[in-house]
């Protein structure tokens, strides 16, 4: 840190004392002065080069207990007013579920949620075609679902079409009050047939301790021929929710209470058992073996009056043809009792409401995006951001050193959005602060919130786990191999794009600068780590930590990075360098300055980090700019030169055949072996017993495509993609640049990043486009289009377009067309398929992979704004 002014007058020296020291001036103790002027000017040296050469202008992390996870802080949450928190006491907080409620309170939470299939005339219920979570598999079997109109907070309307079971719903959730709300199931069967619906409402406890477990939390009762369960739970209180049908469509409604000790997340389980429970007799397999019972409907005669104990209780509803289904929760004593309450003007004026907002909000009628049809795609594009925010609540499992089981974390509510519903229905680091680029614009307040659940999450040190899979329901979703989380892997800190979006937008002053002062401690604690944590071999250089060599890829993937497959150095070393994340960090370091100011913090702090940020600019230049390819490469142990090669897949054991482990052989040098050819050992000096070859699973040899480098050397990464325009995504380069205008070439179509629908994650000719990492592992970032990294490019050119620059002409007419590419193509995308994908095809534009990606491929609303 640079020395700050402390001078001070000399004091008078007393009169001495016979218990005072001899007097640093007298002869005996000049060596001793000599020798302490002599550490303090070495640790103000070393203080002073550490700040030249990589130091952090603030004060180191406290020492980390390995066995210990200790969180950074208990007060991130308390800021937010009992206002604020009430507005969020109920939400569409299950987002992997199709249509589910829940209660924003832990470790106790009120659920509900909505399942439904197909009936055959003998009242067999097909539980293959059982619809309650959000699968892949099912959209690929014509299931399409998504919000058409959410905000966040109050309101949400879906539409689902379900053609394996020839019906077509909507929902719609709206509140009267912060603790009553109505929710609408209403649609058609097609030709009459029956279908059946269950609403169910049951109790979270999975981290409440067993003795202070609910064994019961509500009973059915029928007042006025109205079916209703009312109950209590000690976060809420005392509840009612009454069943209000429609008078046609709706041919029985019949309660029903599920075994005792049934787990939410298992809830679907739960309920066909108890349905197979009714059949009355086994059904026999065509080869003589005995079947299972099958499920049936469940009979109005059987006992569902609440006496049995359980905690999930639900409504099992037949329908034929059209139908809707009020289902009205409140206080006991609120008006969710009678049939009054079911209205369809509150729905109507909710929906009024959100329009007349998202007008306000975007004004896209008045840009280049403003027809009705664009319109109401945005809106859906913002539903569906909105309609995949989720409440959870559990611990986080943290790897332990070689050897060791991981360790969980205390338990802790995380509010966040989440990629998918269907595939990544849980929090992910890098991809929450593109979300909150744009839920900050639609609601600084709840983007404030969320943010501030993602740091009450973090570690002591900083380190906030970037894979956030907590409780039942979210692990549900996730190999076991895959949740534990390393902790000293990163994410790109996207926080901070999210952060200045808040800074700079127009939320009220006095809010903003009261939520800046609480957060600025741990996103200061959090830059930390991730500068310090990630540092590579010279000073202000940076590396992504976390590649291993051993992974049987092509080129060894860089996870930390968010751009998983995205091609880097050849080898793995510590001498590495990526410029993305330079770029990250320089980028931060220059927003902590502004931060530091906006918390009121003394300006030597504020000056550090602008002092800070403009070094990390230089060695940015220094270390990464390529001037003979004239772009910004990485730099590692390569070879730009070399050929890809065919290697066989073979097992090599220890001397005595022991700890096999697998090993590739180059085909032609395998070949030579089994032709008696060469003697040339196949397997590394660990492993020096050759054991067999792997088989394909098809009748051949399991083969792997290797790159075979000539030449290599420390040098630049010779690749041209996202990680060469990182300079540019974050503006970090001056208006009147000349390495801007390079930058800007590389978008020239003759490059290979151009397309007609967006910018290609790796350029087209590149010896990596679209090769795949290992067999089966399609290319991910080699080449197909991703909407988070084109949405920062968009903004980067309108940055640039609106100041003062040799090249602002030219970035104005590159964000026109890049606009224009990105919102037609997701947009005629959307309109076929019914939903955002998580990439586009670099040849085609077509959606692919993961859908719906109700992520940060919602950022095209911010695309189209005038």
Request: charged share 25%.
């Amino acid at each position: 840190m640079p020395p700050r002014n402390t001078a001070a007058g000399k004091a008078k020296a007393g009169p001495k004392k016979a218990t005072d020291e001899p007097s640093l001036e007298s002869p005996k103790n000049l060596g001793r002065r000599h020798q302490i002027l002599l550490s303090v000017a070495v640790l103000a040296l070393a203080a002073l080069l550490k700040f030249l050469w990589g130091g952090l202008p603030h004060e180191e992390a406290p020492p980390l207990d390995p066995g210990r996870y200790e969180h950074f802080s208990n007060e991130l949450l308390r800021p937010f007013s009992s206002s604020h928190n009430a507005s969020f006491l109920w939400g569409t907080y299950r987002p992997g579920v199709l249509f589910g409620l829940k209660t924003r309170t832990w470790p106790e939470a009120l659920v509900a949620g909505l399942m439904w299939t197909s009936v055959s005339a003998n009242d067999k219920v097909d539980t293959s075609k059982l619809r309650h979570t959000c699968e892949e598999s099912e959209t690929r079997q014509g299931l399409q679902f998504g919000f058409s109109e959410h905000d966040g907070r109050d309101f949400g309307k879906q539409t689902i079409k379900d053609p394996q079971n020839d019906v077509e719903m909507s929902t719609a959730f709206w509140k009267r009050s912060p603790r009553s709300w109505t929710a609408r199931v209403e649609g058609s069967s097609k030709n009459g047939a029956r279908k059946v619906l269950y609403f169910y409402m049951g109790l979270d406890e999975e981290f409440v301790p067993e003795h202070d477990r609910s064994l019961s939390f509500a009973t059915f009762e029928t007042v006025d021929e109205v079916t209703a369960l009312t109950g209590a739970t000690k976060s809420l209180g005392k509840f009612r929710l009454s069943v209000l049908p429609s008078d046609s469509g709706v041919v029985e409604v019949v309660p029903l209470v599920l075994e005792p000790g049934q787990a939410i997340a298992k809830v679907k389980e739960a309920l066909v058992e108890k349905l197979s429970q009714g059949s009355s007799q086994e059904e026999t397999a065509t080869k003589g073996k005995r079947k299972g019972k099958k499920p049936v409907l469940y009979k109005a005669d059987t006992d569902a009056s609440g006496s049995q104990s359980s905690t999930i209780s639900a409504v099992q509803i037949v329908v034929s043809g059209d139908f809707s289904i009020d289902f009205v929760f409140g206080d006991s004593d609120s008006d969710s009792w009678g049939a009054g309450a079911r209205s369809s003007t509150a729905l109507a004026e909710a929906s009024a409401k959100f329009e007349k907002r998202f007008d306000e909000t975007f004004q896209l009628r008045r840009g280049p995006f403003s027809t009705d049809a664009h319109v109401r795609f945005a809106q859906a594009a913002l539903s569906a951001m909105l309609g995949g925010l989720g409440y959870f609540y559990g611990p986080v499992k943290v790897k332990s050193p070689e050897g060791e089981l991981p360790r969980l974390a205390d338990p802790r509510p995380l509010f966040t959005g989440v990629p998918s519903r269907s595939f990544f229905p849980r929090g992910f680091l890098w991809d929450e602060g593109f979300h909150q680029l744009l839920i900050s614009k639609w609601d600084p307040e709840l983007s404030m919130d969320v943010i501030s659940h993602w740091f009450n999450t973090m570690r002591i040190d900083g380190w906030i786990p970037r894979e956030q899979i907590r409780g039942a329901e979210a692990v549900a979703k996730v190999p076991d191999w895959a949740i534990p989380q390393h902790p000293s892997h990163a994410n790109p800190p996207t926080f901070l794009l999210a952060i200045e979006a808040i800074l700079t937008g127009s939320s009220a002053p006095d809010v903003k600068s009261a939520w800046f002062s609480a957060i600025f401690p741990a996103v200061e604690r959090w830059f930390q780590w991730f500068a310090s944590s990630q540092k590579g071999v010279l000073p202000d250089s940076f590396r992504w930590h976390g590649r291993d060599p051993k992974d049987g890829k092509l080129n060894a993937m860089t996870l930390s990075s968010g751009l998983d497959d995205y091609p880097r150095a050849a080898f793995v070393t510590d001498e590495e360098r990526h410029v993305d994340l330079h770029s990250w960090i320089a980028f931060g370091a220059g927003l902590l300055a502004e931060l530091a100011q906006q918390a009121g913090l003394r300006n030597e702090r504020v000056e550090e980090y602008k002092a800070m940020h403009q070094r990390l600019l230089e060695s940015l230049d220094k270390y990464h700019w390529d001037a003979e390819r004239k772009k910004y490469n990485d730099f590692g142990l390569h070879s730009n030169k070399g050929k890809f090669a065919q290697h066989v897949v073979v097992k090599c054991g220890k001397s005595d055949g022991s700890d096999p482990i697998e090993h590739t052989v180059a085909l032609d040098h395998f070949k030579q072996l089994q032709q008696g050819q060469s003697t040339k050992q196949p397997c590394p000096p660990s492993h020096p017993k050759f054991l067999f070859p792997l088989g394909d699973g098809r009748g051949g040899l399991m083969m792997r495509e290797k790159f075979v480098s000539k030449g290599e050397r420390l040098q630049f990464v010779d690749h041209t993609g996202y990680i060469s325009l990182f300079p540019l995504l974050l503006r970090l380069l001056p208006p009147d640049s000349e390495r801007l205008g390079l930058v800007l070439d590389l978008l020239d179509p003759a490059r290979g990043l151009w397309s007609d629908w967006g910018l290609r994650s790796l350029a087209k000719g590149d010896p990596m486009y679209l090769r795949d990492n290992a067999p089966g592992d399609a290319p991910y970032w080699r080449g197909p289009i991703w909407i988070n990294c084109n949405f920062l490019a968009l903004a980067a050119l309108r940055h640039y377009s609106a100041i003062e620059g040799p090249w602002r002409e030219r970035a104005a007419a590159l964000a026109a067309s890049l606009s224009s590419n990105l919102v037609e193509n997701i947009k005629t995308n959307f309109e076929a398929t019914g939903f955002l994908w998580e990439q586009y095809n670099p040849e085609s534009g077509v959606g692919q992979r993961t859908h719906p990606f109700n992520g940060w491929s919602s950022l095209v609303v911010l695309m189209m704004l005038p």
